[in-house]
């Protein structure tokens, strides 16, 4: 091979889509190295450090596209205390001096500043694409700068990130002249903008095939933006609150009706249940629905949207569907490939709202169901081994039982039996999420049969430091571990050392690790980065050197080639 | 934090909440604007928390200083509501940061998403404790009269409870005046109305 002309072997590279398979070429020979290199455009990093920025840069000068991951998924639960890091700026800088040709941009988990956003939007002229999902530290007003300065902008795309209103002009700053965009998705803005500007942008570009829009808009702008858009297959709609007697909701359905192309709907703030009367239509093409941001819509009503939907592939909903509304969807939605249910009632006790029953229902009418997130109060072991037998494709299979190490209410037993059958049946299965009573036998388990795992989250589960080690010496495609408020301390920390350096990183908070540990991990493993992370007030007990048989209460573990990080915050010892 | 006693018996869970929230009794489940106090099983601090958990614990076995439990579960057999009932508020007693695991995001909308709901208070004559109905869950007057009676059942002096269609509603509405419940449509009600009183 080494014998084939450069161009040739770049031509053959190109056929390789998956980073997985470019970051492997790559180590082959030197010659490969080069040419991968230097003609690779997409480029993943999926730990913003383990890696410096301008090293990425430089390796990859040709980058069109590029993808950031900053902080740790149970950030998501507020269990990462707010300035830890995960800073935009390095990247943007970095890609404005190497990679100027950069087309588009993606951040996952990070801070992401105004300043950054305006020098993304003057620092690269063929920018197209900016999609931000559970980002945060930006305003409306870098949205502006976005808006002003991207010529031919085709996707913006801001998925529940956290963003202040600082005025409802951004959206005006795109000029006249644009006319590029393909995606504009701002449901999680939380102000207003200016109606009419919306309407003319969208009337203009012709190209728009995804539209999500937020909270503040209004059905009557809803009926004017879809009368210009009659292409549209994505849809968010706005707060959806009309009186349905209104000539707006009216012309609503007319609108409706001629948009043919329609797959795919989200949003329904604040819908009342007879004004989804509206949707009928749409529903038998509808491959994608959300309703998970509608509590106002109880079960009953979801049933009769739902008996329209006999295409859907993914459905998100909240958990007021019911095990009877769960056991209608199963009977319609053949195609269903992806569910999940959310809990409308965090705090509340209310009546248990979806069991064991729904998901076994779902399980046995929809055979292609390959992601699942599922709340519920409960589970049982014959149920879980019923779903794996019916359905074997899971890839993605994420069960949270809202009750923290709750047992199987039949048999008062631990759910070991039922992931277990989980794990065993579903070959192909990437990601996990355990809940319930738990012992150590459900990680003997994983670590047996869970051959393809990559990402791995555990809760209020084992008895034992061999649960954690079970995982770490069977699960020889694992990427992630986050653990909280399990048993597992120093021994278990330490048994397999040289694995975390497979592994994108190790998430353990509430857990019986010692700070004697976590240094030790740090002396054997020089290419780890072994963060401790403390986030409350110190009581009086605690000396300013607390001792290492002090407990940790968070500990992130990731492995880098950058060493320690220069932005730490003071209440994180990198060790 | 306060006791509760098991002799209390709710309609339904959700509307013993309720109550309990009104009257600023109960355990304090977090709401919105409450930050989380870190608790664990014990109620103690959450600095001391990292210990193995016994099986039997995990069962609800142990028992909790918050509550007094009237019978014995041995085996562990579920008894029906009571115990039920427990296990749900034994859950809601421990608040624990980032559980369950959904989205900030995601809560925040939902909070919002709560505000907006249309609730008003209704009172009715000579009952010291108010209650809060959300009228976007009910799509007509029968549902409203059906959550009426459920919050404020009827007595007759011979002990049975009366029919509905006796109570006699009003509301207060936009301008502040009085009226009549049932006589304009449902739609245009539930625009004007800001709260509900029955009278007796």
């Known amino acids: 091979m080494t014998y084939f002309p450069e161009e040739v072997v770049e031509h053959i590279f190109d056929f390789l889509s998956s980073h997985r398979d470019r970051n492997i070429v790559s180590t082959v020979c030197k010659a490969w190295y080069r040419v991968e290199r230097l003609s690779r455009r997409s480029v993943f990093v999926g730990n913003c450090y383990a890696v410096r920025p301008g090293r990425v840069m430089a390796r990859f000068p040709g980058t069109k596209c590029l993808s950031v ?35 588009e941009l993606r951040l996952k988990r990070m801070v992401v500043s105004d300043e950054s956003l305006e020098l993304l939007a003057r620092s690269f002229p063929n920018f197209k694409a900016l999609v931000l999902v559970s980002c945060e530290g930006f305003s409306t007003d870098g949205l502006a700068a976005i808006a002003t300065h991207c010529r031919g902008l085709r996707e913006l795309d801001l998925q529940e990130n956290e963003v202040e209103d600082h005025g409802r002009q951004w959206l005006s700053c795109f000029p006249d002249s644009c006319t590029s965009l393909e995606s504009l998705n701002f449901a999680c803005l939380k102000g207003e903008v200016n109606a009419g500007a919306l309407e003319r942008l969208v009337a203009r570009c012709v190209n728009l095939r995804s539209l999500k829009l937020n909270r503040a808009i209004s059905v009557e702008s809803l009926a004017r933006i879809l009368v210009r858009t009659p292409h549209l297959v994505e849809l968010g709609t706005g707060s959806f609150t009309v009186e349905h007697r209104a000539e707006a909701y009216q012309r609503l359905i007319h609108a409706f009706r001629k948009c043919k192309s329609l797959k795919s709907l989200s949003g329904f703030w604040d819908v009342a249940p007879r004004c989804l009367q509206s949707i009928y239509s749409i529903c038998p093409n509808l491959t994608v629905l959300n309703l998970s941001y509608a509590p106002a819509i109880q079960g009953a009503d979801l049933v009769k949207l739902i008996r329209h939907c006999f295409k859907l592939q993914k459905l998100w909903v909240l958990d007021c569907i019911g095990d009877k509304g769960l056991a209608v969807v199963a009977s319609t939605c053949k195609e269903l490939q992806e569910l999940r249910v959310f809990p409308s009632d965090i705090y509340g006790t209310g009546t248990a709202a979806v069991t064991e029953e729904g998901l076994v229902a779902i399980s046995s009418g929809c055979s292609k169901l390959n992601s699942l997130l599922y709340f519920c109060h409960q589970m049982t072991n014959a149920a879980l081994i019923t779903v794996a037998k019916n359905c074997p494709h899971f890839t993605r299979f994420r069960l949270c039982i809202l009750d923290p190490g709750k047992p199987d209410p039949d048999t008062n037993q631990p759910l070991d039996e039922g992931f277990g059958a989980i794990v065993r049946s579903c070959n192909d299965l990437r990601r996990l999420s355990l809940s319930g009573l738990l ?137 | 934090m306060h006791s509760i006693s098991p002799s209390v018996k709710p ?188 009278l007796d």
């Not at chain 1, 990462?80 to 890609?95: K, Q, R, S, T």
């Not at chain 1, 649960?467 to 010496?473: D, E, I, P, S």
């Open chain 1, 69 to 103: 991951k900053g902080k740790p998924h149970f950030a998501d639960f507020n269990l990462v205390p707010h300035d830890w890091g995960g800073f935009a700026l390095p990247w943007i800088e970095a890609a404005a001096r190497g990679c100027p040709g950069l087309e």
């Open chain 1, 439 to 575: 012992t150590d036998t459900v990680f003997l388990y994983i670590g047996e049969y869970a051959a393809r795992l990559e990402m791995l989250s555990i809760a209020f589960a084992g008895d034992s430091d061999k649960g954690m080690v079970y995982v770490l010496n069977g699960c020889k495609n694992l990427r992630k571990l986050e653990i909280r408020d399990s048993p597992f301390g120093d021994a278990a920390l330490l048994e397999n050392v040289g694995k975390y350096e497979t592994m994108r990183s190790l998430w353990m908070s509430s857990c019986d690790v010692t700070l004697g540990g976590c240094k030790a991990l740090a002396a054997k493993m020089p290419r780890l980065n072994v963060e401790v992370i403390n986030d409350r007030v110190e009581s009086d007990e605690m000396e300013e050197n607390p001792s290492d048989m002090h407990k940790v209460e968070k500990m992130y573990v990731y492995r880098t080639l950058a060493g320690a990080r220069n932005d730490a915050p003071e209440f994180v010892d990198i060790l």
């Open chain 2, 11 to 198: 309609q339904q869970i959700g509307d013993r909440v309720q109550l309990e929230m009104e009257l600023e009794l109960g355990l304090a489940l977090p709401g919105s604007d409450r930050t989380p106090e870190l608790v664990g099983v014990h109620g103690e601090k959450r600095a001391s928390l990292c210990r193995k958990r016994g099986v039997d614990e995990m069962l609800g076995k142990a028992t909790l200083p918050l509550f007094i439990r009237k019978d014995n579960d041995e085996d562990g057999d579920d008894d029906g509501r009571q115990s039920k009932h427990l296990q749900e508020l034994n859950f809601g007693s421990r608040v624990l940061v980032g559980w369950p695991p959904v989205k900030m995001w995601r809560r925040k909308s939902d909070d919002c998403g709560r505000r907006r709901a249309n609730c008003v208070k209704v009172n009715m004559e000579g009952v010291a404790i108010g209650r809060k109905v959300d009228l976007c869950l009910h799509d007509s007057y029968q549902a409203l009269f059906l959550t009426l009676t459920q919050m404020f059942p009827k007595k007759q002096h011979d002990g049975e409870e009366s029919d509905a269609a006796y109570y006699k509603v009003t509301y207060e509405d936009e301008d502040g005046d009085w009226m009549l419940v049932g006589d304009v449509p449902w739609e245009a009600f539930i625009q004007s109305v800001r709260r509900l009183k029955i």
